[in-house]
């Protein structure tokens, strides 16, 4: 089991390497790490910026984790 201050050092390394690496995999772990947090604010202000996320992939992730507001966001930003 990972510690709240684990993810919270995950997102720091994540947010360094994404400043450097534009990849879908970070994105989509930044936006898993901020739902396990119950970052919720935070992660609709990283999907009101570019980004390259697999919305449906990481709201299902949060939904089996039973973060059904996380899971809520994901699945509300999905465009169709």
């Known amino acids: ?3 709240m201050d684990g993810w919270d050092l995950y997102l ?3 947010l360094m ?3 450097k690496v534009r990849e879908v995999i970070v994105d989509n772990e930044i936006l898993f790490s901020l ?3 119950g970052r919720n604010e935070d992660i609709e202000d990283f999907l009101k910026g570019p980004d390259m996320s697999q919305l449906q992939l990481v ?3 949060c939904f089996k984790q039973k973060l059904w507001e996380s899971s809520k966001i994901f699945y509300r930003s999905i465009s169709n």
Do not use: E, F
């Open 1 to 3: 089991q990972v510690t």
């Open 12 to 14: 720091k390394y994540l």
């Open 17 to 19: 390497t994404r400043k």
């Open 35 to 37: 739902a396990m947090m």
């Open 59 to 61: 709201g299902d992730k």
